[in-house]
């Protein structure tokens, strides 16, 4: 499917196709988020047998929307010990890494006739940038401050404690999610989003889960627990554990700013999945060269709707861990797994390299040498 | 490079605020965050300089690891209202205010006195992870050397962490 | 206002460097004035990266790299040494804590 780059007033198309994608993307996702919670309360209720949403809307569709409604017309509650600076603040600082992720999602390769039948491939991506993967672990990273100092904030110990698992929990399986996002980034050879797919196109053999194997396959399984984790969901939902904690973190919030929390949570699984999907189920790309002709988006969103469904069912099917067990599947199986993929993985790559490759390092151009002696003797004069 | 200079001059007021607020809140929760203000703006800068990979290991190490582990620290010892105990005034203060006047003016006078003016149009120095790669494993540069002990020194901090962490029997 | 050179990345520095300096001096809470001293080293880092740039050398960004690797190295041993102060002493006062053995 080939698109004209067609002219819009002084810009084409192409210019401005970073600002198009970045109002759909985000429109998506906020969109998407109440079908989500309808979708999950369904998908629930089937798997344990009972019938869920079913009054608002056809079969129960709307009921998140009411959902929604009720918390906006809700009081605004502040309980009066609170520290009301960040415990306004929380739930904007949850928002804004969870949302900014999208930045780097690569969601398509659009084909565009660029003029005189030159056909070019453009990503359809909010920005196509070169440590996208780094600028991905970054915000993740910064994602754990809402829930700790909406915890801290809110002067209550239940949310106290649910702000401490947090913390403990996230940087604990963010080093496993590390490990493991490294050996994509070794298997696809870049730390560009939009390279990283690239470079699994194909079929489902060149997706980066069925290469190195079973190396590749280890490190998405890590992954896919250390993501479940990162985004605190069950059976990782420690901090708002509601049967120890009533509701965790956010016990002391209510009406907009529990509808932030309770989106947030929606929206990073989204984004997160968008993640996986990039980094090891091949993006955009179709599973069979055969399916090629359903344009990539719909390949990329099938795939993410999967990996909530996985969301859904391990929520449904697995209790809640304690919290030492979840310290001991996080350092002591995880991160020593994880690890093994990564050097295993590097050990291959280094060993299948063409011996000419491996002759000597790649000589780095003059402007980065000012330290070696004849760089600085012409520096000098 | 007008669009970027206004950037930069709005970053480093944001920038010098918050760590005013790091020294001056009575709060360490507050002054952890400011902190972590500090660091984002920092990365900020090292992106605006080329600095690609500093920039997203200084997001990733420092605001996302290290400072969470200050806040764990906080909330765990309980040390989130502010104690007046911890900032009662000394003698200390007058001096260590004078002493840091001097450091920066001293700061202030070498940095005038010894920069050249810059050498513009100068290749520019790429920090993507390629070339930092290269230029961390190549065995004709000192860093190579270094990198090696860096592993041992976090291996050191590792046993050290643990060994401290172990509730003694006794 | 010209453009940005490294001289202004320097003296930026410059001011963090000095007003992590006198939260150290001032501070009691060990834990802030660990603050402080990450602010010099963050400080220290940028002035790296600008003179890094300056005279057209990766070697800024490699040290800057080091400094994150130690300062990670260093919290975790100084949070660990204030945790284990705390739980033996009942107070983490920097003036209380003067005694070399736990």
New interface residues.
């Given amino acids: 499917m080939v698109i004209p780059n067609i002219s819009l007033g002084p810009f084409t198309l192409v210019d401005v196709l970073p600002y198009v994608a970045l109002v759909t993307i985000l429109g998506v996702i906020l969109l998407a988020t109440p079908f989500l919670v309808w979708y999950e309360r369904v998908a629930l209720a089937l798997i344990q047998d009972r019938l869920g949403p079913n009054r608002v809307g056809p079969r129960g569709l709307l009921q998140a929307f009411a959902d929604g409604i009720k918390l906006f017309l809700k009081e605004d509650i502040r309980p009066s010990a609170v ?1 009301a600076t ?1 415990y306004y603040a929380a739930p904007v600082l949850m928002m804004i890494p969870a949302l900014a992720a999208c930045a780097v999602l690569p969601v398509a390769d659009l084909r565009i006739d660029m003029g005189g039948g030159r056909i070019e491939s453009v990503p359809f991506v909010v920005g196509n940038v ?2 996208g993967i ?2 991905l ?6 994602q ?2 809402g829930i ?2 909406a ?2 904030a809110s002067n209550n110990k239940y949310s ?1 404690m649910g ?2 698992r947090s ?2 929990q ?2 604990s399986y ?1 080093l496993s999610m ?1 490990m493991a996002v490294l050996t994509g980034v070794l298997i696809s050879g870049s ?1 560009n989003m939009v390279e990283i797919v690239r470079s699994q196109a194909g079929t489902v053999a060149d997706w980066n889960i069925a290469k190195f194997l079973p190396l590749g396959f280890i490190a998405t399984v890590v992954y896919l627990i250390a993501m479940v984790a990162e985004t605190n969901r069950a059976p990782f939902d420690l901090p708002e554990a509601e049967s120890e904690l009533v509701a965790g973190f956010h016990t002391e919030y209510s009406s907009m700013k529990f509808a932030m929390f309770f989106m947030c949570e929606y929206a990073s699984m989204l984004v997160i999945s968008g993640v996986a999907t990039a980094l090891w189920f091949g993006g955009w790309n179709s599973p069979h060269p055969a399916l090629n002709f359903v344009p990539g988006f719909v390949w990329f969103i099938l795939k993410v709707v999967a990996f909530v469904m996985v969301y859904v069912w391990v929520r449904a099917t697995l209790p809640r861990l304690r919290y030492d067990a979840l310290m001991a599947l996080g350092w002591k199986r995880l991160l020593p797994i994880a690890l093994a993929a990564l050097v295993l993985t590097a050990t291959w790559d280094a060993v299948r390299t063409p011996a000419d490759k491996k002759s000597g ?2 000589v ?1 151009e ?3 040498d000012a ?2 002696p004849a760089a600085r003797a012409s520096n000098a004069r | ?2 669009g ?3 950037g ?2 709005i970053l ?1 007021a944001l ?2 605020f918050a ?2 607020q ?2 001056a809140n009575r ?7 400011a ?2 203000g ?2 984002c703006c ?2 900020v ?2 992106f ?7 920039g ?11 400072m ?10 309980n ?2 209202a502010p ?1 007046p ?5 000394g003698l ?2 007058p ?3 004078l ?3 001097a ?2 003016g001293s ?2 006078l070498a ?2 006195l010894k ?1 050249a ?4 149009g ?4 790429s ?3 390629q ?2 790669g ?8 000192p ?1 190579l050397f ?1 990198f090696e002990l ?1 592993s041992v ?2 291996l ?3 046993v ?2 643990v060994v ?2 172990q ?1 003694r029997s006794d | ?12 520095s ?16 060990p ?2 004035i ?3 001293i ?2 010099m080293l ?1 400080a220290a ?2 002035a790296l ?2 003179m ?3 005279l ?4 800024g ?2 040290m ?3 400094v ?10 100084g ?6 102060i ?2 033996s002493r009942e107070t ?2 920097i003036d209380e804590v003067n005694l070399l053995k736990l």
Avoid at chain 2, 48 to 54: I, K, L, R, Y
Avoid at chain 2, 117 to 120: C, K, N
Avoid at chain 3, 56 to 59: A, E, R, V
């Fill in positions: 520290d960040i070169n440590i780094l600028y672990l970054g915000l993740t990273s910064l754990v401050y700790v100092l915890g801290w106290l702000g401490l913390s403990a996230t940087i963010e590390t730390t390092w790649p780095i003059a402007p980065h330290d070696k | 490079m007008q970027n200079s206004i930069f001059w480093a920038c010098i760590a005013v790091v020294v709060n360490p929760v507050r002054s952890a965050l902190l972590v500090v660091m920092l990365s800068f090292y605006a300089q080329g600095a690609e990979f500093v997203a290991v200084q997001l990733i190490v420092y605001a996302g690891a290290i969470v582990l200050f806040l764990f620290v906080i909330m765990l010892l040390l989130g104690n105990m911890m900032d009662r005034v200390s203060k001096v260590a205010l002493a840091s006047a450091l920066l700061l202030a940095g005038a920069m003016p810059d050498r513009v100068k290749s520019p120095v920090g993507t992870v070339q930092i290269y230029a961390l494993f190549d065995p004709g540069r860093w270094a860096t020194l976090l050191v901090g590792v050290g962490a401290l962490a509730r | 206002m010209g453009p940005i050179t490294a001289t202004h990345y320097i003296g930026l410059a001011i963090l460097f000095a007003i992590g300096a006198v939260g150290v001096g001032i501070k009691r809470n834990i802030v660990f603050m402080c990450e602010l963050n880092n940028l990266v600008a890094g740039k300056h057209g050398s990766i070697s960004q490699m800057a790299i080091f994150m690797a130690v300062a990670a190295a260093e919290v975790a041993i949070l660990g040494i204030i945790v284990s705390f739980r983490i006062d």
